[in-house]
């Protein structure tokens, strides 16, 4: 009988999605370990959730201070051994800060803060996250955030999209690339990318906000669903 | 001694750069005709107590490389106060870098 896997959510100041994401890996059947900015022990998690909020008030740039957090170090030997990080958000900005992830957030095309639902099309299953869905499905999924616009320079872009780096783009609920269905203006609707060995996503749409059937979207279910399932099956 | 460093950091040319766009279109209809490019950056001050004037500068465009820009979407200049203290220099008069702090300086900048 394999253990419930365990899932970290680090918490930096600033951070305010922290306990959703906490609840979300409980509510789907993982166990929740919350993590402190300045822990550099990681207390054997098998994942690592980077939350949403404004890590440091976001001052100087999204994420850019929280790089340099002390638990960041622990994070990217978690990431080199090929274990699962997410970054939602605020934490895909992280990620993209600290190298962990190709290209940047930049302030949304419009400039607008935007909170909504939108629909997010599956781009490859090569991801713990994305593992027991198939490409081409759309996903509803709620965005809150002022910067979420990706930008990445020509050549970064290229590898990107010859690496299949691309994990969701934004789209209509057909799954159609129109520009109605792309919130920020990131470039390519991106909404998510991953590592090249698959094991790092970061993704700006709150997954963990839509899993509760009572309010709903339920767009977040098959990620934490996929993100378990592959834990059970390392840990196992 | 002190010296006064004043970094500039703006996106790269050719990335989107939504606040600059937003105020170039609000020029005309506030009857300012004519501008053809409008950026918007960042200015930020260090206040150095390192003697040696090189090790000072190579400190600052570390600084400016690791933490004050992200060379995967900024780039940055640097200007030193005359005389590390009062007057002040144009971003023109210091030196385009390229992102990482490790690359020689005076390498491309990616501006102007």
Known sequence: MSRKPRVGVVTFPGSNDDRDALRAVRVMGGEPVAVWHRDRDLRDVDAVILPGGFSYGDYLRTGAIAQFAPVMDSVREHAAGGHPVLGICNGFQILCEGGLLPGALIRNGGLAFVCRRVQVRVETALTPITAGLVAGDVLEIPIKHGEGQFVAEPDTLARIEDRGLVVFRYCSPEGDLDEDGNPNGSVHHIAGVRNEQGNVVGMMPHPEHALDPDIGPLGGQPIFESLLSSLLALVR | ?112
């Open chain 2, 1 to 112: 001694m002190t010296r006064r460093y004043q970094v500039f950091v703006h996106l790269k040319e050719g990335l989107a750069d939504p606040q600059g766009k937003t105020i170039q279109e609000a020029l005309p209809t506030l009857g300012y005709e004519g501008v053809s490019g409008v950026r918007v950056g960042k200015h930020i001050e260090l206040t150095v107590e390192i003697d040696d004037p090189a090790k000072a500068r190579a400190a600052v465009e570390e600084i400016a490389g690791r933490v004050l820009s992200n060379p995967v979407i900024e780039v940055f200049w640097i200007a030193e106060y005359a005389g590390g203290s009062g007057g002040s220099s144009s971003p023109g008069e210091g030196e385009a870098l390229s992102g990482k702090a490790s690359g020689p300086p005076g390498g491309e900048g990616e501006a102007e």
